[in-house]
């Protein structure tokens, strides 16, 4: 159960993952990292998740290090957001600094809600992973199967590409008017028409190129397999049994404002358009929505082992290499793993499971480190605070690890 301190304020190529199911090891090798992953248990089918109780959402102060940290931070300007960190189903950190909107001053609560941005990418693997472990698709299938008319070009693309970065559709910011389509409304229907006019950058599978657009077709995919609007798919199957009643799909009245760095000052953005990335940026969440969800998915509540190892599998051309010249990163199903850790000073090697998030004033992230159980969930208001939040999640991963505490980011 959760617990507060007492003193609480391609195809898969495992990554030397483990995977256990019922005492059974499934291990693999990526490039030249040696990652061990602890895989979910495979509950009976057809029954509902069996969530621990939540804990109640109070400051919870048992990182010292990181605390003092963020509280300078925020009192110089320099951080707002929200943090929570857990070992496990115990919460060892969760505070919240700053404003909800700069222009009336309402200041941000623990649970107030923030767009979620990339991170919804995980969301839409998983729906997809689902459906898959329910029989209705594979991620093998030819996304022709289900998108009609189809393009000549997509005659080789399956569902695997789409959720692995290594479609060829050009993605929507390498397109010719991106800057009206960025502020213009669009239905799921109008984003796959769209798609389908271009013609494919690479042959599928044989590149990778981050893409929201591959993810808005899954989305639509989900759509066309389940026979439920996408939003209502990912609300039955996962949110109402996760009991994750602050997540949804789109807008809500109560979302927090993002907010951008301008010679002006704090300035918010109110024009997020996120039906543009239906299935690659438009959920929102809570800190401990997210921790729910990171819990249910890491602890093999939501998929099969196999579903799951093929999530945290590396996707990747063989021949993919360094990325900026650091080790490249393994590229599963909406998430990605690399050793974070050794991007900040003093390092660490622990490898950490996941994904970042940035759209329209908000920057986030959200990651998993298997051999600790650790939980990190930060997510800002301000999209000028990319360095902040790295290093930030840096030193609550290490701190909670029994790390050194890293106080620079490595140039």
Not at 198 to 221: Q, T, W
Not at 250 to 269: M, R, Y
Not at 378 to 401: D, P, R
Request: with cysteine; charged share 20%; net charge neutral.
């Amino acid at each position: 159960m959760f617990q507060v301190p007492r003193d609480a304020g391609n195809h898969p190529r495992l990554f030397l993952a483990v995977v256990a199911l019922i005492g059974l090891l499934l291990l693999g090798a990526v490039a030249a990292i040696a990652v061990t992953v602890s895989a979910p248990e495979r509950l009976a089918e057809s029954t509902a998740p069996v969530l621990p109780p939540r804990p109640p959402v109070v400051v919870v102060d048992a990182l010292p290090q990181l605390s003092a940290r963020l509280r300078r931070e925020a009192d110089a300007g320099r951080f707002m957001g929200g943090v929570l960190v857990a070992r496990g189903d115990e919460v060892l950190f969760r505070q919240v600094y700053g404003v909800a909107d700069a222009d009336t001053g309402q200041p941000l609560t623990l649970s107030s809600k923030f767009r979620l941005a990339s991170i919804s990418k995980q969301f839409t693997a998983v729906a997809v992973l689902k459906l898959q472990d329910d029989g209705k698709l594979s991620v093998d299938d030819l996304v022709c199967r289900w998108i009609q008319p189809c393009p000549a070009a997509w005659a080789p693309l399956r569902i695997h590409h789409l959720i692995s970065h290594t479609s060829g559709i050009p993605d929507l910011m390498q397109r010719p008017g991106w800057g009206v389509r960025r502020t213009t409304p669009a239905t799921m229907a109008e984003l796959t028409a769209d798609s389908a006019t271009y013609r494919l950058s690479f042959v599928p599978g044989e590149e990778l190129r981050y893409n929201n657009a591959g993810f808005n077709l899954a989305a639509d995919i989900v759509e066309r397999a389940s026979g439920q609007a996408f939003g209502d798919y990912l609300h039955t199957t996962f949110f109402e049994p996760l009991g994750m009643a602050d997540t949804g799909l789109g807008d809500a009245s109560d979302l927090v404002a993002g907010h951008a760095n301008f010679p002006g000052g704090l300035t918010p953005q109110r024009q997020p358009n996120v039906s543009i990335i239906p299935g690659a940026g438009a959920l929102y969440s809570t800190l401990d929505d997210m921790l729910v969800w990171s819990r249910a998915l890491h602890g093999g509540r939501l998929l099969s082992a196999e579903s799951y190892a093929a999530m945290v599998a590396d996707h990747a051309p063989p021949d993919q290499g360094p990325e900026r010249g650091r080790v490249r990163r393994i590229w599963g199903y909406g998430v990605m793993a690399n050793r974070l850790g050794r991007r900040v000073s003093p390092g660490f090697d622990d490898i950490q499971v996941y994904h970042t998030g940035s759209w329209s004033g908000f920057r986030n992230l959200m990651s998993w480190q298997p051999g600790g159980q650790v939980t990190v969930v930060v997510l800002t208001n301000n999209y000028h605070q990319q360095e902040q939040v790295f290093l930030t999640t840096q030193q609550a991963m290490a701190e909670a690890l029994g790390r050194p505490f890293p106080t620079a980011m490595v140039r």
